[in-house]
Nanobody, 124 residues
Framework: QVQPVETGGGLVQAGDSLRLSCATS????????MGWFRQAPGKDREFVAAIGWSGGSSLYADSVKGRFTISRDSAKNTVHLQMNSLKPEDTAVYYC?????????????????WGQGTQVTVSS
């Protein structure tokens, strides 16, 4: 199994960029597909982006498409979420999740391992 740990959150202004990282402990990182989700106050957790175990496939929520990029560094067992042109509505706690297998999913129920989350706040 793997244990995701998110870093990189913070307070930024609208239009700024931020890069989140998700380091995973455990073995066989390349056997896991990875996803990013977020949860704003008073709202349900929502899908942001996901990447397959080889990095060859990815999915994005419509709300972040063209602004966010997910990538993975298998040598460092790490997944990144590059967030550009941030908006106040991107404010949320961002969670990294892992699931064993090659397929990418938007459903949180498909993911087995979750990090504790990192806060991203975008001021207007």
């Amino acid at each position: 199994q793997v244990q995701p740990v998110e870093t990189g959150g913070g307070l930024v202004q609208a239009g700024d960029s931020l890069r989140l990282s998700c380091a995973t402990s455990g073995r066989n990182f390349s056997s896991y597909s990875m996803g990013w989700f977020r949860q704003a106050p008073g709202k349900d957790r929502e899908f942001v982006a996901a990447i397959g175990w080889s990095g060859g496939s990815s999915l994005y929520a419509d709300s972040v498409k063209g602004r966010f990029t997910i990538s993975r560094d298998s040598a460092k067992n790490t997944v990144h979420l590059q967030m550009n042109s941030l908006k106040p509505e991107d404010t949320a706690v961002y969670y990294c999740a892992a699931r064993r297998g090659s397929s990418v999913y938007t459903l949180s129920e498909k993911y087995d391992y979750w990090g504790q989350g990192t806060q991203v706040t975008v001021s207007s």
